[in-house]
Nanobody, 123 residues
Framework: QVQLVESGGGLVQAGGSLRLSCAAS????????VGWFRQAPGKEREFVAT????????YYGDSVKGRFTISRDNPKNTVYLQMNNLESEDTGVYYC????????????????WGQGTQVTVSS
C-alpha cells in the first residue's frame, strides 16, 4: 500500500515563498506520476502540478505556471513543490497524489492520496 505524507504548509505573507514536501513509501516509483492538487473552501479540487518519476516530465496548472516548480529526489522518495510569489488565491489545502493510470491532470486518475497540508497566504 502506497502512503504519502505532506509537510511544509503554514502561514505566509503574500509575495513570499514556501516549499512543500511529499514523502512516499515504496522501493521505487519509476512507473508513477506524482502530483499536487489543492482545494479552497467552496471550490473544486484543482490541479497544480505533476511529474513523472522516471523521466521528469512536468505539467503545471495555468494559475501557477512561472511561479511554482515541482521536482523530485528519487533516493529520498520525495517530491517537492516550490511555491514563489504566493498570492491570496493560492490559499487552500494541498494534497500530494500518485498514479499509474493514463492522464496527468484529472484528480480521479490518481489512486493514492496524502492527508493534505494547509497553506494560508495573508495579504
Amino acid at each position: 500500500q502506497v502512503q504519502l505524507v505532506e509537510s511544509g504548509g503554514g502561514l505566509v505573507q503574500a509575495g513570499g515563498s514556501l516549499r512543500l514536501s511529499c514523502a512516499a513509501s515504496g522501493r521505487t516509483f519509476d512507473s508513477y506520476k506524482v502530483g499536487w492538487f489543492r482545494q479552497a473552501p467552496g471550490k473544486e479540487r484543482e490541479f497544480v502540478a505533476t511529474i513523472s518519476w522516471s523521466v521528469g516530465t512536468t505539467y503545471y496548472g495555468d494559475s501557477v505556471k512561472g511561479r511554482f516548480t515541482i521536482s523530485r529526489d528519487n533516493p529520498k522518495n520525495t517530491v517537492y513543490l516550490q511555491m514563489n510569489n504566493l498570492e491570496s488565491e493560492d490559499t487552500g489545502v494541498y494534497y500530494c497524489a500518485a498514479s499509474r493510470r493514463t492522464g496527468w491532470t484529472g484528480p480521479t486518475r490518481y489512486e493514492y492520496w496524502g492527508q493534505g497540508t494547509q497553506v494560508t497566504v495573508s495579504s
